[in-house]
């Protein structure tokens, strides 16, 4: 049996497809609910989530904690044991490349294009923006 896609979806991926709906992400959450791949998700990331779409969008925290509820259902919940300091330009970044290490992801999915995609790779992640990773596992979508 192959061995099933691990991923973690950063935040402004996770924003991008359930707040404010994009085709791309969209998809990609939509493989993402349909279990086409098995996604990783951290507390961190899940409360980054939260604070940007009440800070970004009028949808409110009912339908906020909807939305974050949405995410958990769909992932496994990881809880770093590591402490990564990788990226000094914004710590928090480092907590998603935590997230994907102490998920053991195949792929970090971001939309980060100024300090996490240009890594490439951390600790053999691969890390792709959204359309990169729709064309690289999912040709056609």
């Given at each position: 049996?192959?061995?099933?896609?691990?991923?973690?979806?950063?935040?402004?991926?996770?924003?991008?497809?359930?707040?404010?709906?994009?085709?791309?992400?969209?998809?990609?959450?939509?493989?993402?609910?349909?279990e086409d791949?098995?996604?990783?998700?951290?507390?961190?990331?899940?409360?980054?989530?939260?604070?940007?779409?009440?800070?970004?969008?009028?949808?409110?925290?009912?339908?906020?904690?909807?939305?974050?509820?949405?995410?958990?259902?769909?992932?496994?919940?990881?809880?770093?044991?590591?402490?990564?300091?990788?990226?000094?330009?914004?710590?928090?970044?480092?907590?998603?490349?935590?997230?994907?290490?102490?998920?053991?992801?195949?792929?970090?999915?971001?939309?980060?294009?100024?300090?996490?995609?240009?890594?490439?790779?951390?600790?053999?992640?691969?890390?792709?923006?959204?359309?990169?990773?729709?064309?690289?596992?999912?040709?056609?979508?």
């Amino acid at each position: 049996m192959p061995k099933r896609l691990r991923v973690v979806l950063d935040t402004s991926v996770l924003v991008a497809a359930l707040g404010f709906r994009g085709e791309v992400t969209g998809r990609i959450w939509h493989l993402a609910e349909d279990e086409d791949f098995d996604l990783f998700v951290s507390a961190f990331i899940l409360e980054e989530f939260r604070r940007v779409l009440l800070k970004k969008t009028d949808i409110g925290p009912e339908g906020v904690g909807l939305l974050a509820e949405d995410i958990r259902l769909a992932s496994a919940l990881v809880e770093p044991k590591v402490k990564i300091s990788a990226i000094t330009k914004d710590d928090t970044d480092n907590r998603i490349l935590e997230c994907a290490v102490e998920a053991e992801a195949d792929v970090l999915v971001t939309g980060n294009l100024k300090h996490i995609k240009p890594l490439g790779y951390f600790q053999g992640i691969e890390i792709l923006t959204p359309r990169e990773f729709l064309d690289k596992y999912f040709p056609g979508i």
